[in-house]
């Protein structure tokens, strides 16, 4: 994929489009997934107030990864580089954390360890030494390389035996820790003691963070390309696919290796991304079919919260879908009771669960990036208001214009 031109038509003046000014005619109008039942609210809109803040510029070609780590944004992108931000919109200079030495894809922070997947095949590992002297704590003075998966005794340790090796494509194999294609996603165990890769290659795998090691490889988990990859507090492994498909992956106690446990087919289109609810009991996915599933977890036979199966072979049923974008689905972010939507349509759209728990409010769209929103980011303010009727969010924008935009959304309390 080449690099992108860095053009920027749009003006600090552009604020923020109302919902209720964009439906008209366009084809977000139009139905996606017919058969699939709305879950945004008839009720009237809520009133909300969004403020851009300001534009993070330095990146030289598209923003694919946006991370927080304490009272800091990162920002990785094509251009191999990762850059460091003040969480807080205050004047900055631009920061160049780390050279990746091949586009970043994704990341990932486990305490004072930052994993990067990248363009080319491999992920990197990060030690974040924060500046103790600064009473700010308005920036990261440096980040060392530490390793790159897989690591070298990992290589050799796999060396030498046939059983270890894979085929990936007429006439060439491969050992199974290594990836043969882009690390297009990363997410963590609860407990950050395990990294879980998925790939381009079709397979994903799962790494111990405090020695690095490979413990496993999916192969083949999916017939395309892995995009997306998210993971429960209860353990269950979520991937999302250009086969269309979301698999659900779990590794029992006792066991070493996953095991699939449902198929969630829905989606018409490549499944681009995938985001958890805080509390595990739905899964947002997107798709190039211009729809975000809302997927809800079915009672276990035991009576539990949510389980392998229900008795009839299902681990989460749709609960309906989420519309309004005009094109394909890149990027998806939950942030407390909010959803963040990022498109090809160079907007995002924020949705709030209402409170039924089943409806969702459109809290309304986030409009002045001149290329599609390829990654999300946000965190409740940290600033305390004298408004006590209202939250603040501060949410962050990566796009395939090379810049990360700021903004403020207001959203009263239901």
């Known amino acids: 994929m080449g690099l992108l031109q860095c053009h920027h038509p749009w003006s600090k003046d552009q604020e923020i489009v109302p919902e209720s000014h964009q439906d008209s005619s366009t084809l977000s109008s139009q139905i996606s997934l017919a058969s699939v039942s709305s879950l945004t609210s008839k009720q009237p809109q809520i009133t909300t107030n969004h403020q851009y803040l ?4 330095a990146h030289t070609s598209s923003i694919s990864s946006l991370t927080l780590t304490g009272k800091h944004l990162l920002s990785g992108s094509a251009d191999n580089q990762i850059r460091v931000w003040p969480r807080d919109p205050s004047p900055t200079v631009p920061k160049l954390m780390a050279y990746g030495e091949s586009a970043v894809k994704s990341m990932v922070v486990c305490g004072d360890k930052l994993f990067t997947g990248h363009q080319d095949n491999k992920i990197r590992v990060w030690r974040i030494d924060h500046d103790d002297g600064d009473t700010n704590n308005q920036k990261l003075i440096k980040s060392t390389r530490i390793a790159t998966l897989p ?4 290589r050799v340790g796999k060396l030498f035996l046939a059983k270890n090796y894979v085929k990936v494509r007429r006439h060439k194999s491969s050992t199974w820790v290594h990836h043969v294609d882009a690390v297009a996603a990363l997410a ?12 381009w290659d079709r397979t994903f795998k799962v790494w111990r963070t405090s020695d690095f090691k490979c413990l496993e490889s999916v192969w083949n988990a999916h017939d395309d390309a892995i995009n997306a990859i998210v993971v429960s507090q209860d353990g269950y492994v979520y991937t999302g696919s250009a086969d269309r498909k979301i698999k659900v992956w779990k590794r029992d106690d006792g066991e070493k290796k996953h095991k699939l446990v449902a198929t969630l087919e829905k989606h018409k289109s490549a499944v681009n991304a995938l985001a958890l609810s805080t509390d595990g009991s739905l899964l947002y996915s997107g798709a190039c079919d211009r729809s975000i599933i809302v997927w809800k977890k079915v009672p276990s036979d035991d009576g539990g919260d949510g389980g392998e199966s229900d008795g009839k072979g299902r681990h989460m049923v749709v609960a309906g879908a989420l519309r309004g974008h005009a094109m394909a689905i890149l ?23 209402g409170i039924d728990g089943i409806k969702f409010i459109r809290v309304g769209v986030l409009e002045g990036h001149s290329g599609p929103i390829k990654c999300l980011a946000g965190a409740l303010d940290s600033c305390t208001s004298v408004d006590s009727s209202r939250t603040s969010y501060l949410i962050y924008t990566g796009s395939l214009d090379c810049d990360v935009k700021v903004w403020k959304v207001w959203v009263p309390l239901l």
Do not use: E
């Not at 690591?151 to 990992?154: E, F, G, I, S």
């Not at 963590?188 to 790939?199: N, P, R």
């Not at 972010?333 to 949705?351: F, P």
């Open 151 to 154: 690591t070298l005794n990992d």
């Open 188 to 199: 963590l165990s609860h407990d950050g003691s395990l990294l879980y890769s998925a790939s």
């Open 331 to 353: 990027c998806i972010a939950v942030v407390g009771d909010l959803v963040l939507t990022g498109s090809a349509d160079k907007t995002v759209r924020i949705w709030r669960k």
């Open 54 to 57: 300001t534009t993070f510029k």
